[in-house]
């Protein structure tokens, strides 16, 4: 187990899926195109189906699209529904987290 900052770099911050190497990518919570700091506060692992999903988002919207994602989503794949729960409550988290 690899930590910084108390954050388990193996792991994805959004689904907590294991994470090696090869597919640990860096996600800004809040975006660089948008203003988002550079520092190490701003910066947690991701897998890239994760930073791939949540795109240019700041943590707050990404929170709010898997909303509307997962309402989608329970009509016609339910086997992912189960997952994008787990993601947003990972997201709401977090922003919980960064609210204290």
Do not use: Q
């Not at 108390?6 to 994470?19: E, S």
């Not at 506060?41 to 929170?63: H, L, Q, S, T, Y």
């Amino acid at each position: 187990m690899i930590t910084k900052n108390g954050i388990d770099l193996n792991v994805c911050m959004y689904c907590k899926d294991t994470i090696d190497d090869y597919s640990r990518t860096v996600d800004h919570l809040y975006p660089k195109s948008r203003g988002g700091k550079l520092s190490n506060d701003n910066k947690v692992p991701a897998c890239g189906d994760c930073n791939k999903m949540k795109g240019d988002m700041g943590i707050v919207e990404f929170g709010r699209a898997l909303s509307g994602l997962m309402y989608y989503e329970h009509k016609t794949h339910k086997e992912s529904l189960s997952r994008l729960k787990k993601i947003k409550g990972n997201v709401y988290d977090i922003i919980n987290s960064r609210k204290k």
